[in-house]
Each structure stands twice: as structure tokens, then as C-alpha cells.
């Protein structure tokens, strides 16, 4: 999870702040802040990763503010005026969102985030390999949702979410997040993509016919042709006779 500060000294638009880091699965908000000196005293007390910034504040802007933190963390700035991108970006900030911005426009932003966290962590010392995750959260209508692994039957991508299909459970779990960041997550010798739009899992497979795979529960899905070959290496290290 990537941990984050909203600091906005109007309270609608830090309400929505707010809303959007809810809404984003590998964000955890920290705080929220309605000034400078407030976030400077979370920082003190807790690790973050990246803040949601706004420039214009009193007491304290937030370019007055990154400039004056010795070990700042990553930073998209917030703002209504356009003239502070130039300089926004002079103190590195990750990106720059002009209000009034939508969910897709900071979507586009936190994915900088990550990515940007993502350099800087296989730049470092690699760390122990983590014990083998039995379960898996999801954001999902403003609360987290645990899943364990064995339940998931097989994953199914809409644009910028994703549709889980659970054992037992008649209608999905829909997460806000890309089939492709999903994928990465989900363990390789469990979770297979077989289609730009589906992942199953592999121990839910009933059988393998020329219309698809057969998936516990009748459930057929395609096998998309980029996928095909190593689908067929997959059956081909499982299969007997």
C-alpha cells in the first residue's frame, strides 16, 4: 500500500480528496489536513509516501511547505491556477492536477505515484521475499472486502475495473483497479491470464474444449491468441496421456 496525505484548506475539496484515495485499491490515506503545519506534524509522527497537495493555503503554501522538509515524499500538487505548474515541477513534484479535476484525472496521477515508488524501490537493496499471501483485499463502495485466493473462481476486466467472481457469491466483487495491476498481484503458479479480459484460477479449471475453458460451475471463457502459447505449455507440464 502506498501511504498518503490530502492537505487542502477548503473543506469540499478536501472531501473529495478524500473520496478518490478511497476509491484507488493500493492507496491508504494517512490524514487528512487542512493546512501546512497540520500535515508537518503528521509527517512527524508517521510514514507517508506521497501527498495530495494543495499550493494555495494560508500561513503556508504548499510549494513554501515542500521546500522547507528536509526529506519531502513524493508530491502531486493541487490547484486552481495554472501558472504554478512550471514551478510545481521544479521542486520534482510527481505531477500536477488543475482544478476542478475528475477520478480519471487523479487516477492518472496516483499511477505516476506508484510507478515512481516502484523505481525507486528496485533501485534499493532487495528485501526477503514475503511469506505466500493466503488472501487478498479489495477496495470496494467505500470498504475493504477480504478475499481469500481459493475463492476467487476467475477475474473479469471492464476498462478501469475489474469484476471477481467468488465461489458461493451470486454477483461479483467490483474493485476499481486494471485487470493488468491485478495480475501482477496474484500469485503465477495460482492465477493465469488467458484473455485480455479474463484471469482464471488454474485450480477451478474443469476441462479444455475448442470453445474454451470449462471453469467449475459450467462457466466457458476464451482463450485469446496472445495467451494461447503459454496456456498450452501450462496443459502440457499438468497433463498425462
Known amino acids: 500500500m502506498i501511504r498518503v496525505l490530502a492537505i487542502d484548506d477548503e473543506p469540499l475539496a ?7 484515495i478511497a476509491k484507488v485499491p493500493y492507496l ?4 487528512a489536513c487542512r493546512s501546512a503545519l ?4 503528521v509527517l512527524g509522527e508517521q510514514p507517508v509516501d506521497a501527498m495530495f497537495l494543495d499550493i494555495n493555503m494560508p ?8 521546500r522547507a522538509l528536509p526529506h519531502p515524499p513524493l508530491v502531486v500538487f493541487t490547484t486552481a491556477y495554472s ?5 510545481g515541477f521544479r521542486v520534482n513534484a510527481v505531477d500536477y492536477l488543475l482544478k476542478p479535476f475528475g477520478l480519471a484525472e487523479f487516477i492518472a496521477a496516483a499511477e505516476k505515484v506508484k510507478l515512481r515508488l516502484g523505481a525507486e524501490t528496485r533501485s534499493e537493496t532487495p528485501s526477503p521475499a514475503r511469506p505466500q499471501e493466503d488472501a487478498i483485499f479489495f477496495k470496494t463502495d467505500y470498504k475493504t472486502v477480504r478475499v481469500r485466493l481459493d475463492e476467487i473462481r476467475y477475474i473479469e476486466g471492464m476498462s478501469e475495473y475489474v469484476k471477481v467472481w467468488r465461489d ?3 454477483e461479483p466483487l467490483i474493485v476499481l483497479v486494471s485487470l493488468r495491476a491485478l495480475e501482477e498481484r496474484l500469485p503465477r503458479e495460482r492465477f493465469m491470464r488467458v484473455h485480455r479480459s ?5 485450480s477451478r479449471i474443469r476441462e479444455v474444449s475448442r470453445e474454451g475453458v470449462v471453469l467449475e460451475g459450467g462457466t466457458i471463457l476464451p482463450v485469446g491468441e496472445s495467451y494461447r502459447q503459454e496456456f498450452k505449455e501450462y ?4 497433463s498425462l496421456g
Not at 28 to 31: G, P, R, T
Not at 38 to 41: F, L, N, S, V
Not at 198 to 202: E, G, S, T
Open 14 to 20: 478536501l472531501k473529495q480528496l478524500e473520496g478518490y
Open 28 to 31: 491508504e490515506l494517512v490524514a
Open 38 to 41: 497540520e500535515a508537518r506534524r
Open 59 to 66: 500561513d503556508i503554501s504548499g510549494m513554501e511547505f515542500v
Open 83 to 87: 501558472e504554478y505548474a512550471v514551478e
Open 168 to 170: 458461493g457469491v451470486k
Open 198 to 202: 479474463y484471469i482464471i484460477n488454474l
Open 235 to 238: 496443459l502440457s507440464r499438468t
